[in-house]
């Protein structure tokens, strides 16, 4: 309209680790005609969903389905371990491991505590000294990527421990899951619960728990106290054939996850593990080229999301704001303690190298608009740099 | 391909009673952009929906949004209204009301049981009598549309025989709520639950539970035993300015529900239920007009679902599977101990007059391909005839 400037800041950008941009073949089977859930056509897309998910665990579980968050997930985990008073020990280091102690709380759980701050990576030598101080914890909660600090915790590390004091070990994997590696079977984790809208590279609405059979064994011991999330009840239904869920299926998204699987199983689970540490690697690079530190105690494992501190001479809090009405960024800035003082770069699930140089790129513009002295296009160089450096190309 | 037989059966039908098939517009808006759930444009979706679902349920409540289907929202009436040991009444008499039974064992509950038989109506002087031999039931629980036999229950009466023993009333609108006559308010209801994949014409994936001050007020009186589906973390979370989600937001299916609740709207909520009544009327026609019977004791609230007694010259069980695949119209036939013995045709939700006519043209399609003996046309010229005696037309 004359008169007005231009704005080529005009096109929304989604760059936040959950909900996570959907690849265009996910979105469009969505607006595709409704299926009844007991119908052999979705019977056959739920099988295919159901055979395709234990590649993503590296397992050889049943992975169980529900019309959930992944928070439905977690709480499945709980309610089908945990009877009230029982002992077991959780690990927080971020508001999502802070889920499985309110969780563990609510259930009426004896709950040993580790919580070593913020940002800290779970210790397993903690992890075990608080076992042989705490004899009889049957089950052990920790998370694979917090994703409230970008730290990926050393989950075989824990799981060892657990092991060694007879414990089952619980991982929420929610982002991790098909961005950090993770070898449920080889590293000997009980149970793994996820969600569809991160790596997985489908909307929220799927809650996903893989449950060994000694995890199983101990939820069919102690009925009671569940319904919905009931495990066995799920895995009865499950081991039909063809399989089927005790309750209406959440139909469209199980669609939009047979597509985005088809797509991961296409890349192949290692290529996409390769993937997001390169992503991340660049984003880190990136970050250290605008002179920004890392938050917390983040490693090479953190492939998830990469959480910077932002510097002290901008009002952070203002951060995500910018990012999203100037710049039309939807960015995570920082959740509770560590809102103004963070910002997050995601890259789990339907992201490749451009998203990491445009989230550099939004978070240069942002910082020079903030009155933060920047050199623009250091961080996008610095990714750059990185990817080329990997000798990778669409037809490598 | 020359040689091959005609199909004129090449298009799917879905014709059951949820999922239910999806309006156009519904459907597209999926495979827009993925929202992130705390963005202020997706913020502004959740607080039309939420502004909009009360006069669906024609109630002053807060209606609590869940990612879940709607035995998840049952699950949230149980578990924060009924401690183990607690004494309620649970009236059953079909599949969905035995889910209630189902539930409140799980959970402990001391239950008294009214189940007259599947199909029946429940009668209110039954619950008074059952509430005045067992004093003490603090919450009585019931089902508005029964969609395993299409009896739509006086729910009216049954909150006022509750309320008169000082009893809450929970009643199970998964699939009738937009269907058959319900007003909370009026009517003394304290808490309704439901779906968003039946008459409210979006996928499945979204548990409601419409809650008044009193149950909320009793469910914070007994907390504990319960996270994901608490009522008072999401009413303070969709109560906040603008509301939120207490987790991840089922944010495609929100937009969903969006744009189905503006039809809804558009349409008049009255003009729904006038819509739905004259559909399950055309339908009783043309049933009767074949000479079949409905199953168990439906009246003309019955505006959901009409179930049918299929002819006892044929094999029923063949029933679906025919209707389905010879002649793609995917269409419910009896759960449980009703499998083979009725056939259900559904009329909840985007359902309009040739919709009707299909679904009875299949019928008989149907009848007479197994060979019982059948007037083709008599069933839908029944039907026609109820549409054009009332008058209505699309510009009417």
Not at 138 to 155: C, M, P, R, Y
Request: aromatic share 6%; glycine share 10%; hydrophobic share 40%.
């Amino acid at each position: 309209m004359s008169g007005q400037a231009p704005n080529p800041f005009n096109k929304k950008i989604l760059a936040t680790a959950g909900p996570t941009p959907l690849p265009p073949r996910v979105s469009s089977v969505m607006s595709e005609p409704v299926l009844y859930h007991r119908d052999p056509a979705f019977a056959a897309i739920y099988e295919r969903v159901l055979n395709r998910l234990p590649e993503v665990f590296q397992t050889s579980n049943d992975v169980l389905l529900f019309a959930s968050t992944g928070s439905g997930a977690m709480e499945s985990a709980v309610s089908n371990l945990v009877q009230p008073g029982q002992k077991v020990l959780a690990c927080a280091t971020g508001k999502f491991g802070e889920r499985w102690l309110q969780l563990l709380d609510a259930q009426g759980a004896e709950t040993v505590r580790y919580e070593p701050g913020w940002g800290v990576r779970i210790d397993a030598d903690e992890v075990d000294r608080l076992l042989t101080e705490n004899p009889g914890c049957e089950v052990v909660f920790a998370t694979l990527s917090e994703t409230s600090t970008g730290v990926v915790h050393d989950v075989q590390a824990i799981a060892a421990v657990a092991k060694k004091h007879g414990a089952l070990t619980v991982v929420d994997a929610v982002s991790g899951l098909g961005a950090a590696e993770l070898r449920q079977d080889d590293w000997g984790i009980d149970v793994v619960v996820s969600g569809s809208q991160k790596a997985l590279m489908a909307p929220p609405g799927i809650g996903l728990a893989s449950v060994s059979a000694a995890a199983l064994d101990r939820a069919e011991s102690q009925p009671g106290g569940r319904y919905y999330f009931d495990w066995g009840r799920t895995a009865k239904a499950q081991r039909k054939s063809p399989p089927s869920s005790p309750f209406t299926a959440p139909v469209t998204i199980v669609s939009a996850l047979d597509v985005a699987l088809d797509m991961i199983h296409e890349e192949g689970i290692e290529n996409v593990f390769a993937r997001h540490a390169l992503l991340a690697k660049a984003t880190r690079a990136g970050v250290a080229a605008l002179g920004l530190n890392l938050y917390g105690d983040p490693d090479e494992r953190s492939n998830v999301v990469t959480a910077l501190e932002l510097p002290s001479d901008i009002d952070g809090g203002k951060v995500p704001k910018i990012l999203r009405d100037q710049f039309g960024i939807t960015a995570n800035g920082g959740q509770d303690d560590l809102k103004g003082k963070i910002l997050r770069i995601a890259h789990c699930g339907y992201f490749g190298a451009f998203d990491i140089l445009t989230s550099l790129a939004g978070l240069e513009l942002t910082l020079e608009t903030l009155g933060h002295a920047t050199q623009l296009g250091a961080g996008v160089g610095a990714a750059q740099r990185v990817f080329l450096d990997a000798g990778v190309s669409v037809t490598a």
